[in-house]
């Protein structure tokens, strides 16, 4: 048997089958606690090792953790050591600490090992819940598909989780699986508050009303499950099969593995806003996506970057859930932004690990979405395999240089959708997929919409020699989701955008319309075109893109009497996403369209000409927290509109330019919408000249963004003991 102890007192036990209890327990405050797994390791003697490492979350100083320690008869310890503070909060408005520990334990069963700890107390929660259980239950067989032992689930939280009370939506959670299998969460108590649920296979919590104000907590327990067949052999050389899990039968065969996963969740009182990049922060690039797989090197610094902006208020700090000896270098920014580095250099006893890192950004009121990277430690990179990745408007393209990774071979690679192939000629392997193909996630980064896709290695069926190198390529391709669209005069034709098809690249087409129905627009060569004073003109902003799921969001549109959409005589049509003028009527259209039309006017004064200029943003469609589903925002921060044109246009396309025509309306002029538009909240725009004018509005810039992927990982599947 293996038991915990705490400088104060011993307070429960871990055991270790055969399964045996005896708990001790002590008032002390248990605030969560992951479990984080090496891969299984044959000694040379043949017996079994098990090493682990907990992470302990805790507030103020994290002084009285808990440490595991085998007892004689139960378990044999091979190592282990006292949890070291690994990070903890650096102002005293919120407290937070975590420490990681480490124990090495040899399982006296051929089949499984069972660690098992239950104890008291969870600190004063709303639920009254004061028992918890930590531990987990690993099958120490051999799997006939990966030809190794089964790998445990990774899994993390920071120590302190924290959100206002309106703002709360869901919370991701870390479930990777280092042998690709199925990982599902579930709640490991049955009393659980009935305003959340769990999306078991996303390992994600949902609110489905608003909880209450206080502490939450939260015991979870992650399951690893074959999507193949799968025979188990265990060293007394008996074996079984596992079957493939079906997520909708609803009949599932025993996990390899169960993992349990403790945090408290505080839900704080409302904010007045839960923008992300407000109050709460949101992240900037370079900030990893949260389950990505960064790679280490034993010996070698390991950088994390983190960015992050609350323009409204300020980032007191990040927390970090890491391992022991990394260094957290935090820096402030103007207009409400930091950014951290990591940095930590794995040691030998780390190589192979697969370690999480967890993180999110603090302000006074509230704290960023949690996002959780894995690091796996493999040893010093002599060589680096080489990965070009070329993105398009509809596709990307990723090519592997043969040559960079010895015994590549096309036929043991595999993208998200194993049934996507790739292609092959003598010096590279090639794959193409479009945006929605080949298992290609879109993730929403704030600045950002990515496409991500993987390529992993795998064993082929029938090898009988297990390949040693394990491949993994991460690749993406990026667009920015903010593009200034001004007029110009100038015509863009939407065919030429994809004319320089290397880079990724979507673009906006702004044109005039015949009529409501923004079936037929203005050709280039009709123009100029005649616009009586008080007609309506139609416009319409496409989004030409391939892109999937996506929405475009119209977040401003000023006129201005010259192509200088910073004039400072201007109107404002739509401001901040809310309509501004009161002709504006806006006309159904699809979600990358915007329809809208506009009484024509004419700015006083000298000016003939009215040029339109406009604020665009594409968002993920249906993630309730990004710009487009905010709509129109009454009070937004001073900050918000300049950042959105950090993303202005590379370059653009035209044609043109285009001759004004005028025409004399006396008689057209009327009483009614005309005086509605001198009296609304415009300074400096407004009408009443008998002349015409022109509305012309037109452009498209696009923005080429190309990133490169060089990650490789060349982790070994077969973990040796070392010595
Ligand atoms: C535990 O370790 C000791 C010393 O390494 C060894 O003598 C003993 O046989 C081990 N016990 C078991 C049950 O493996
Ligand atoms: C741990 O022990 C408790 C109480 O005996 C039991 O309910 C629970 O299922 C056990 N957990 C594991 C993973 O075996
Ligand atoms: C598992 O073993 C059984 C019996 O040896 C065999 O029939 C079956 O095909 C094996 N399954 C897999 C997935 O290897
Ligand atoms: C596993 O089984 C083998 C063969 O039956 C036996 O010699 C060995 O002691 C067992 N190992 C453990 C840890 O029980
Ligand atoms: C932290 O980062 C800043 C800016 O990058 C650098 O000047 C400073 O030396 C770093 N401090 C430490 C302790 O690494
Ligand atoms: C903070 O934001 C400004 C403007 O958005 C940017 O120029 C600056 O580089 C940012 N600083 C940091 C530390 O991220
Ligand atoms: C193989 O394909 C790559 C990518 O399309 C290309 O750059 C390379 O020249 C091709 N090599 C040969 C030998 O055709
Ligand atoms: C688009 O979104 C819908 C609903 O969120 C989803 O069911 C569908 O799979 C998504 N399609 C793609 C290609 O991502």
Redesign the pocket.
Known sequence: MCSRESTMAKRAILMLLPTLLGIALTQENFYGESLSFRSLQKKKDGTVQVSFYYRENGRGSCKDQLSYRCEIGYCNNTEDSKPVLTDSSSSAHEQWCQSEGQARVAPLNNHSLVLNDTGCCWPPNVHGKTKWMAGGKLDLGYRSDTHTYNKIPVTATVAYLRVPQNCFTKLRLLAYDPDGDHVRCLFASTSVDSKVTLDENECTIKATGLLDVGLHVFELVLEDHPKRDVNLTYDDGSSSEKKAFNIHSGIHSTPFSQIYLQFTLQILYPAHNCIAGHVVPQYLLPTASHGDVRQASVGERFQLHI?A?ASETKIMDFQISGPQNMAKNM?T???G???VILNWTPALNDLYRLVPICFTAETYESQSEMRCVIVMVTRSSTSEGKALVKCSATQMTVSLEKDSMDGIDKNSLNMNDPSCSMSSNDTHIMATMSFNTCGTKLEDNGNFLIFKNEINSFELPDTVITRRRRIKIGFSCQFPKTVSISGSYQLHNSDNIFTESSFGSFGYTFGIFKDSSFAHSIATDAYPMEVKLLDPVFMGIRAVSELPNITLFVESCKATPDDNPENSISYNIIQNGCVMDETFEAHTSDPTSFNFELQSFKFVGDFDQVYISCSVILCETGNPTSRCAQGCVTNPPKIFKR?LH?ETAIHSISTGPLKLIREDLRATVGAGKLKALLGSNTSSAVLGSLFTITVLVLAGFIAVYVRKSKTVDRATLITECEG
């Open positions: 960015h902006q820096t920014g103007t207009l932004n930091a950014s950042s950090k």
